[in-house]
């Protein structure tokens, strides 16, 4: 009890960075047959490759690109209306841009009157510029795009990765809610994020509540996204209350939270055009 109290106190800024480092020190000092408790907070060194972090976290030739869209909020029917259509026009010529809506929502908690699409493209950069290329002849486009900036305040685009440890991704039926949390990381700790959550995954398999998770190649860099799948917020707190009793997972949010520089989470609906529901 005595030491959790000290710990708490550490914590709470009632001692001084010097004090501080003399606890952890002492503390590290009583634990020589087994991994101390303060390595855990710690960030273990990453060792230099001549591979890309991106080959050695993703094995598919697949991009995905997160459009993040913020709506006006006099125009939201419109805007999706509007989207829907856009949709259509690429499935359409889905054979020659090789690109497809895998996921579309609307955000219910967090950043109000946003939306988010998630595409997939097969055929790795040089696909996507072939379809951009494509893309920018299409009158019809065109004409849907420059429509819908009259019912945008703002809109982000990353191309992301997949990590290759997240199960793949299928559509699902029903009537669910998602939940997307973003990470940005500290540059250089990609890597040892993949590590870990390599081992956490295997505790959130279960209930197939994992939907997707991604990297970020273009855009914010650093960022990384997970998209969980639940029947109802409920659910949702069910489930990730009963992933803390389970062994081993502490220790995977332990040495996960020193490699985060900033995070939230959105809960999002699929939209009636969505391809997952």
Request: hydrophobic share 35%.
């Amino acid at each position: 009890m005595a030491y959790w109290s000290r710990a708490r106190n550490v914590f709470s800024g009632k001692h001084s960075p010097v004090e501080a480092l003399r606890f952890f020190n002492s503390t590290a000092q009583k634990n020589d047959t087994r991994e101390g408790w303060l390595s855990k907070l710690l960030v273990r060194r990453i060792e230099p490759t001549k591979e890309p972090h991106s080959r050695m976290l993703s094995d598919k030739d697949v991009i995905y690109e997160l459009q993040t869209h913020n709506m006006r909020p006099d125009s939201r029917q419109q805007y999706l209306d509007n989207y829907e259509k856009t949709v259509q026009l690429i499935h359409s010529r889905k054979d020659e841009l090789h690109s497809e809506l895998v996921g579309s929502w609307t955000v219910r908690v967090g950043d109000l009157d946003q939306s988010l699409h998630l595409w997939k493209h097969t055929g790795g950069f040089a696909g996507i510029d072939s379809a951009i290329k494509i893309l920018a002849t299409e009158k019809d486009y065109i004409k849907l795009e420059a429509e819908r900036g009259a019912y945008l305040r703002s809109r982000h685009l990353q191309y992301l990765l997949s990590f290759s440890y997240w199960p793949t991704i299928e559509s699902r039926q029903g009537n669910n809610i998602y939940e997307i949390r973003s990470y940005s990381l500290k540059p250089g700790t990609m890597i040892e994020w993949g590590n870990n959550w390599a081992r956490a995954i295997n505790y959130r398999r279960n209930n197939k509540e994992a939907f997707a998770g991604f990297f970020s190649q273009v855009g914010r860099l650093y960022n990384v996204h997970h998209i969980w799948c639940y029947s109802s917020l409920h659910s949702r707190k069910e489930t990730r209350e009963s992933a803390w009793r389970l062994p081993g997972w502490d220790e995977c949010v332990a040495y996960t939270v020193p490699l985060i520089r900033e995070m939230h989470s959105r809960i999002l609906h699929p939209t009636s055009f969505s391809p997952t529901k």
